[in-house]
């Protein structure tokens, strides 16, 4: 049974949702300021600093737990459908990760859409592992990647576009319900339409929309449903089953391993889109994150 804590994750989604049926023609910017309360449901980890840097010209943010390793890192792409979201709303749920990685984890305020629609922001996110490898001087079997729903898909993607121009793979990534972009086809839309607080087939429609812009929905780039993914790195993958994205997830584990990666997925009942940010608050998020961490250690070498 889901804990009394999870119900703040809820609240804050239907409270969202009901303000955007309240003024259907609210501004992007209206929107933005709505998502940039999304950190509110998460307790600031104690002993983690942050930094802001730039890297290749990308804002970014360092999250730098105390006495954690200094030669490993986490890749983190923020969720929001690739449309809101930024490196401060997921500041804290990205400190969690890190501390309990026991290394420092590196917040990419990718350029967002309609602004830079795709393939803007896994550009971004490419940018931002070479940056990695040329500026910080780590290994790539020292690097994971991480992200929640549309950072999700980053976690994935961003590792086909580097293996595109040739880079060498990072050791392991680790999706957060992962967003399969502008494609309502997972049959959860239906299954789970009265269970998920936040997203729906018309979240998807009007997010979706605004990344794509003229693009292809099927691109690789876009969409990790449709990603080769033989060759991939190890993929472990967290969802809730009472997300309308949980198909999403489900389709992406069964392709991956189908192409003989080495995948796992959790999937914690109960549980609404990127609960993990209640990170302080619900064990269900804390037990996530040490799950995340427990996995990842050794696949970095910590």
């Not at 929640?148 to 976690?155: K, N, R």
């Not at 998920?196 to 929905?217: C, H, K, M, Q």
């Not at 991939?232 to 584990?253: H, W």
């Not at 619900?282 to 040490?290: C, G, L, S, T, V």
Request: proline fraction near 8%; glycine fraction near 8%; hydrophobic fraction near 40%.
């Amino acid at each position: 049974m889901a804990s009394p804590e999870s119900q703040d994750l809820v609240n804050l989604y239907k409270g969202w949702v009901a303000a955007m049926q309240a003024q259907p023609d609210m501004p992007l910017e209206g929107i933005r300021k709505l998502f940039s309360h999304w950190g509110d449901v998460t307790v600031d980890p104690p002993g983690v600093d942050y930094i802001e840097v730039d890297v290749a010209g990308i804002p970014a943010m360092w999250a730098i737990p105390k006495n954690s390793a200094q030669d490993r890192a986490l890749l983190c792409s923020h969720g929001g459908g690739y449309v809101v979201g930024s490196m401060y709303t997921h500041r804290k749920l990205f400190g969690h990760i890190a501390k309990a990685v026991g290394c420092r984890a590196l917040i990419v305020d990718y350029r967002r859409a309609p602004e830079n629609p795709h393939p803007g922001p896994v550009n971004d996110m490419a940018t931002a592992y070479r940056w990695l490898l040329e500026h910080e001087k780590l290994a790539p079997s020292h690097i994971a990647l991480t992200g929640d729903s549309a950072g999700g898909a980053l976690a994935l993607t961003t590792i086909a576009r580097i293996r595109e121009l040739g880079l060498p793979l990072p050791a392991a990534t680790m999706p957060m319900s992962p967003w399969a972009g502008w494609d309502t086809s997972g049959k959860t839309y239906d299954t789970n339409k009265d269970k998920d607080a936040l997203v729906s087939r018309d979240t998807t429609e009007g997010l979706g929309s605004l990344f794509i812009g003229n693009g292809d929905p099927k691109d690789p780039l876009a969409n990790p449903l449709y990603i080769d993914y033989k060759g991939f790195p190890p993929i472990y993958l967290q969802v809730g089953d009472a997300e309308t994205l949980l198909d999403d997830s489900l389709r992406i584990a069964e392709r991956a391993k189908a192409a003989g990666v080495d995948v796992r997925i959790d999937v914690f009942p109960e549980m609404q889109h990127v609960f993990q940010f209640l990170a302080g608050n619900a064990p269900e998020a804390d037990e996530a994150i040490q799950r995340m961490a427990s996995w990842v250690r050794p696949k970095i070498g910590l």
